[in-house]
């Protein structure tokens, strides 16, 4: 029998092996460039592939030395240096990705890159573009941490292959792989506020050409918690649950991977006792103008989020040439999701059905040529009803407020394609440039070009620079690229709902300095980046608009959300960042990053403003010790974040004391600590950590009329849930496991 397994186990390392000659094409099926946010190799067996040690090298955190784009590299080690639960909480040690929360009663999360929306960076899971549409605004907690095997943040204007959409960047996720060699793989954690965590991934050969994994997720809150007493749940009580499986098939001459994945998320936040169809009947009736705010004054108001989603996509590849220089290849996937949110007496209601199309011709001429050509297009049908509850002056002196609700709903189709091509020249490891075009079609718009250029050049060793530049080209969504604005009484003045296509411009560049001291040199490095993005068109959303009513509209509350094409107005981001990493002695590592933005654009009075509710720098500084054969893992992060101008409706703010909470009109800079122990057994790992370690928290996080007691009164003209800056929820303990079954091998 022992002979037999081994037997066994040397023909499935011969199988692995194969793989590292036969399935290079097959990477490039996946629509990637050696020089942008790629994954070559990613189904060989990482003990062979040299090229897989970028991922899941002890590196945990570094900026990729071989990519011409600048890529920073988040390995499966690093995304388990905090209890990152999902991929919203993935970024908390990256200064390049800031994190913040859309608004205070949902717990979406959105990201920020080169100090825009997260809407501006194209995600991508394994080079198919995701989280589009409606899937955006609770997409990033759809993406369970373990199931990660890396992230790869890409700034600037990346490769044309991937389509336009990536205004300040992309961010590629990395699965783990059917031909994982952990059989079995099981992650529990929970946090002290009872928020439970469960992840399993199981990968297995079916057959000698088919491997697999599926993976499993499920989270939730036992209870929820009011730690500022305001009335309103910090985290909203939930339930997810996801489900995926991806499938590999291979021979020499044909590749072929597939997979399904299904998420069901319900979530309910506010205050308690909050009735979606008890507050649906009390505001029914005529459309406009009837009906009195005083109905609801004595209802719990809250949300309800209940989204599902259904996501399979087909991947195929076929080398032409054995080395696998030439190969073809093309990639359909498509996505289905319904989305009802309720935010009080306001109501989201979304159905759309998404697929994407790329195919492709790779043919590398020799060791300085490389050509990519190909076709590709998206296209969204999205059926969407917005019923916004706000308030708003009319004539009447006796009622200077009145409950308006004001619907609106369209079927929407957009689609955009065309052809591509993109030329990538070497000259050995000095230079590389990539040279791409894109020609599409937009329903609508017409045609656009858009080109995009990438440099790199390292004369010597220690030292690489890297340039980009190139156009962007998005629909924008009003709500669902905005949907905290749900969570407000301010009525919609919307000059464009259909969706716009945005344009913009985006140039900039790194110097890579790598410096001989520490235990590894090779790996010692200081990074400076620099990138502008500058819109030529843009769907702005200006919360800042003056009441039409003059000072009797200040003084009631009533504000409008004003979505307006920018014709022309000014919007740009200057973002700067410098990156240290040092490894001063064994096992002990120090990463520091600072990053500093100044985003500005042209309201919808003509006035240039600083971007509100951005930090302008944020610092992050990651220290890492492991004890001899890692047993023990000690993981600190401490980040400091800068001011941001708030709203000019927030300027007048008090504390409980009356004192004002935002003197100058900005948010208070603000520390945030990170501490985390592992224990590793054999197969399995204990940890306990700590988030928040400093317990600082935004205060009133709600903004709106309250009563003689200082209570919020949310059924007030005013009430506003989405002026979100700092951190929602205190200090909390995690304790979490994680179990690795390992597959037994004849040197066991």
């Not at 240096?81 to 959105?110: H, I, P």
């Not at 009525?491 to 300095?513: H, K």
């Not at 409980?656 to 100058?664: F, H, K, M, Q, V």
Request: proline share 4%; aromatic share 12%; hydrophobic share 35%.
């Amino acid at each position: 029998m022992l002979v037999l397994k081994s037997e066994r186990m040397a023909r499935r390392t011969i199988m692995r092996k194969e793989i590292l000659t036969i399935l290079s094409a097959l990477s490039l099926s996946a629509g990637l460039s050696a020089q942008t946010v790629d994954t070559t190799y990613i189904y060989k067996d990482r003990k062979d592939s040299l090229n897989a040690a970028v991922f899941v090298g002890h590196q945990e955190n570094s900026i990729s030395r071989g990519k011409t784009l600048r890529t920073e590299l988040i390995s499966a080690s690093g995304l388990q240096k905090m209890a990152c639960c999902n991929l919203a909480e993935s970024f908390e040690n990256s200064a390049s990705v800031t994190v913040g929360y859309s608004d205070a009663v949902t717990g979406a999360r959105q990201i920020r890159l080169l100090g825009l929306s997260g809407t501006y960076t194209q995600m991508l899971d394994e080079n198919r573009p995701v989280m589009r549409g409606i899937t955006a605004p609770y997409g990033l907690s759809y993406v369970p941490g373990p199931w990660l095997e890396s992230i790869q943040i890409a700034k600037g204007s990346p490769s044309v292959i991937n389509g336009l959409e990536s205004m300040t960047g992309q961010i590629n996720l990395e699965h783990r792989k059917p031909t994982e060699e952990k059989p079995l793989f099981i992650q529990a954690s929970m946090m002290s506020d009872t928020k439970a965590d469960f992840n399993l991934t199981s990968a297995w050969q079916i057959s000698p050409k088919v491997y697999t994994i599926v993976l499993g997720h499920a989270s939730g809150n036992f209870k929820t918690y009011d730690m500022n007493h305001d009335g309103f749940r910090d985290d909203p009580e939930m339930l997810q649950f996801n489900v995926a499986g991806r499938w590999l098939y291979y021979t020499p001459e044909l590749q072929v991977r597939w997979g399904v994945k299904a998420v069901k998320d319900r979530r309910q936040g506010g205050m308690d006792g909050y009735d979606k169809d008890r507050v649906r009947l009390l505001v029914s009736g005529p459309v406009e103008g009837s009906g009195k705010a005083g109905v609801l004054s004595s209802e719990p108001w809250g949300t309800e989020i209940d989204n599902r989603l259904l996501n399979a996509y087909l991947k195929v590849g076929k080398p032409l040439r054995e080395d696998g220089s030439s190969s073809i290849a093309a990639i359909v996937d498509w996505s289905w999701q319904e989305s009802d949110s309720w935010f009080g007496a306001s109501s989201y209601l979304a159905r759309q059905r998404s697929g994407f199309v790329n195919l492709l011709y790779r043919n590398m001429l020799n060791q300085s040529h490389d050509f990519t050509f190909g076709l590709s297009g998206p296209f969204d049908h999205i059926d969407e009803t917005v019923a916004k509850f706000s308030y708003m002056n009319i004539p009447d002196p006796v009622v200077p407020a009145e409950r308006v609700m004001r619907p609106y709903s369209g079927i929407s189709d957009h689609f955009f394609g065309g052809v591509y091509g993109e030329y990538t020249f070497h000259a050995g490891e000095v230079f590389t440039s990539i040279a791409g075009l894109s020609a599409d079609w937009y329903k609508g718009n017409g045609f656009r070009m858009a080109p995009r250029v990438t440099l790199k050049y390292s004369p010597v060793e220690w030292f690489v620079a890297r340039a980009n530049g190139g156009r962007g080209l998005r629909y924008a969504d009003p709500v669902a690229d905005n949907i905290g604005v749900m969570s407000t009484h301010s009525g919609f003045a919307v000059d464009c709902m259909d969706r716009l296509l945005e344009d913009s411009w985006t140039f900039g560049g790194n110097m890579t300095f790598y410096m001989p001291f520490g235990a590894d040199p090779s790996k010692t490095y200081i990074s400076f980046d620099y990138f502008r993005t500058r819109f030529t068109r843009q769907l702005m959303v200006d919360y800042e608009v003056p009441s039409p009513s003059g000072a009797a509209g200040e003084e009631s509350g009533v504000r409008n959300i004003y979505f307006f094409d920018s014709d022309g107005r000014r919007s740009y981001s200057d973002n700067w960042q410098i990156d240290f990493y040092v490894e001063p002695f064994d096992r002990f590592t120090v990463a520091l990053t600072g990053r500093y933005t100044n985003a500005r654009l042209e309201n919808y009075g003509g006035e240039l403003v600083e971007k509100p509710m951005l930090s302008r720098f944020k610092g992050v500084l990651n220290l890492q010790y492991k004890t001899n054969l890692s047993r023990w893992i000690f993981d600190f992060t401490a980040s400091v974040n800068g001011s941001a101008r708030v709203y000019n409706f927030m300027r007048n703010m008090k504390d409980e004391d009356g004192s004002p909470l935002y003197a100058d009109g900005r948010t208070p800079v603000y520390p945030l600590l990170y501490a985390q122990v592992t224990r590793r057994f054999r197969g399995f790992d204990v940890y306990v950590g700590v988030e928040n370690l400093t317990d600082f928290t935004q205060r009133h996080v709600l903004v709106g009329g309250r009563n003689s007691s200082g209570e919020l009164v949310p059924w007030t003209p005013g009430f506003d849930a989405s002026c979100v800056w700092g951190p929602i929820m205190g200090r909390r303990i995690n304790l979490g496991v994680r179990l690795t079954l390992w597959r037994a091998t004849k040197n066991d």
